[in-house]
């Protein structure tokens, strides 16, 4: 007993445990803020000086993939994605729709299908995904289509604002004041 004891402390004051999420933190609140130079620089800087576990660094490159993509920096948005994924996040399909994102908006929507079934394989009630593919459908002028994930998305469990005015927008809901 004693011995697994100190192997856990051992561990717990090891170096793979002295992360410093800080400065991540403290760009995601930038990035919530809308400040997304400053949010760019302070992940940036969590990541050269965190001592980050691979788990962090894969969330890290995410929330910059998500930044990048909130500023327009699509290619930017890209290379933070692949990064991500690279690293076998514990949750891809995170990564996944985001990528499928930033596809949409560079006008690849094979691609952008391709990531969005990439997460819903992986998870297969991921209303994001869903959601994804509804709006990949809305820019390809398929507005059926869209409404069928849009409905799928609600399914899942996934309501949000997004949704509810996706509903609006195509008549399946009245606002609600």
């Not at 400040?35 to 990541?47: F, N, P, R, T, Y």
């Not at 507005?143 to 997004?162: C, H, I, M, P, R």
């Amino acid at each position: 007993m004693n011995r697994f004891l100190f192997l856990f402390i051992f561990l717990l004051a090891s170096p793979a445990f002295s992360e410093d999420l800080s400065l991540c933190i403290e760009g995601w609140e930038k990035a919530g803020a809308g400040d997304h130079v400053e949010a760019i620089s302070l992940l940036s800087k969590c990541m050269e000086t965190g001592d980050l576990t691979e788990r962090s660094r894969a969330r890290t490159y995410r929330n910059m993939g998500i930044v990048y993509k909130r500023n327009g920096q699509l290619e930017d948005a890209l290379k933070q994605l692949n990064l991500a994924l690279s690293l076998k996040a514990e949750d891809p399909w995170n990564d996944y729709v985001n990528r499928g994102t930033v596809w949409v908006k560079l006008g690849k929507p094979d691609k952008a299908l391709r990531d969005y079934n990439q997460a819903l394989g992986i998870k297969p009630d991921y209303g994001p995904a869903y959601y994804g593919r509804g709006e990949l459908f809305e820019v390809q002028g398929d507005n059926q289509k869209a409404v069928v994930e849009f409905k799928k998305a609600y399914d899942s469990g996934w309501k949000t604002k997004l949704l509810y005015d996706k509903f609006v927008a195509h008549g399946l809901i009245e606002r609600q004041e």
